[in-house]
């Protein structure tokens, strides 16, 4: 009965691939986000979906790419992965753009 | 340009003493605060909020406090106990479309 999962917690890979993280929630929300927390734990949102329409992107470089597929499912693709990019990245979601957002477990990558 | 702050990184407390966890913050537009909870390898977790025409909300052992003069507000738990010990983020919301800004979050070990 979970409410926000992601795919897969754990992620570690090379330099330069490409990899993907999909996140999906059943609580019947319309509005999805994807968070960063970085090595400073500072949690910075980087994407929004409303209904399947993108409403918040952030300065977040063009190597990201959120889909939307259906309003329950809010997937990250990342191409050409950087060291950078070694991080926890949280899904959320809510009833409405403005309404408590609930998280998922996290995916922990790791880019060696 | 951090515009929430925890500026407390750690806050050891005995059980059934009271935690009292700070935030500040310096944007005036911001009008919903939110605490989030969260246990290591999970994702934050929703514990309570405030609007900015409230001054204080309650919830069985935690109570939020809201000083909008001083852009100021604290968590309080009361009694604490060990299974509080987690980390705290204040989060802040923007007045459109959902944006959360968090602050970096303060650690609570509460012993026994």
């Known amino acids: 009965d979970t409410a926000v999962s992601q795919t897969p917690k754990y992620l570690v890979t090379q330099m330069g691939n490409d990899k993907s993280i999909k996140c999906e929630q059943n609580?019947?929300?319309?509005?999805m986000y994807w968070y960063k927390q970085d090595s400073k734990k500072f949690l910075k949102i980087m994407f929004s979906y409303n209904n399947k329409e993108l409403i918040i992107n952030e300065t977040v470089p063009n190597r990201f790419s959120p889909k939307s597929p259906d309003k329950a499912h809010l997937n990250l693709h990342i191409n050409s992965l950087e060291l950078g990019d070694s991080a926890v990245y949280f899904c959320?979601?809510?009833?409405?753009?403005?309404?408590?957002?609930?998280f998922g477990p996290g995916t922990r990558l790791l880019v060696l | 340009d951090q515009q929430v702050k925890q500026n407390s990184p750690s806050l050891s407390v005995q059980e059934g003493r009271i935690s009292i966890l700070n935030c500040d913050y310096t944007n005036s537009m911001f009008d919903y605060f939110l605490w989030y909870k969260k246990y290591p390898a999970e994702g934050p977790t929703f514990l309570i909020s405030i609007s900015s025409i409230k001054d204080k909300n309650e919830d069985g052992r935690f109570t939020v406090f809201l000083n909008k003069s001083a852009k100021h507000l604290s968590l309080h738990i009361v009694p604490s106990q060990p299974g509080d010990s987690a980390v705290y983020f204040c989060a802040a919301r923007g007045s459109t479309l959902g944006r959360l800004y968090f602050g970096r979050g303060t650690q609570l070990t509460v012993w026994p």
């Open positions: 959320a979601s809510s009833q409405v753009s403005r309404e408590t957002q609930y």
């Open positions: 609580l019947g929300h319309d509005t």
